[in-house]
């Protein structure tokens, strides 16, 4: 483990993260779609008059994103 690369692993999980987030798109009445949204319920806008900033944040945490991470970070472990 001492030669691995931190941002290998870091785009393992994101990849896990994508893919969970497919499949459990794929299954919309599964089990796999089962989840939770928390995040800004609508974005923030700050006017400075000559530029305009929107903020906005929303995160939905599925089981087949968490299974997928799960699998991201076995298949970095064997890598």
């Known amino acids: 483990?001492?030669?691995?690369?931190?941002?290998?692993?870091?785009?393992?999980?994101?990849?896990?993260?994508?893919?969970?987030?497919?499949?459990?798109?794929?299954?919309?009445?599964?089990?796999?779609?089962?989840?939770q949204s928390f995040g800004l319920s609508s974005p923030v806008v700050l006017d400075l008059g000559i530029l305009v900033l929107t903020f906005g944040l929303t995160i939905k945490i599925t089981v087949a994103s968490i299974l997928g991470i799960v699998i991201g970070i076995i298949i970095y472990r064997f890598l």
């Open 1 to 35: 483990m001492k030669g691995k690369n931190n941002w290998a692993c870091f785009l393992m999980i994101l990849a896990g993260i994508v893919i969970g987030g497919f499949v459990g798109s794929l299954f919309p009445n599964s089990f796999l779609n089962y989840g």
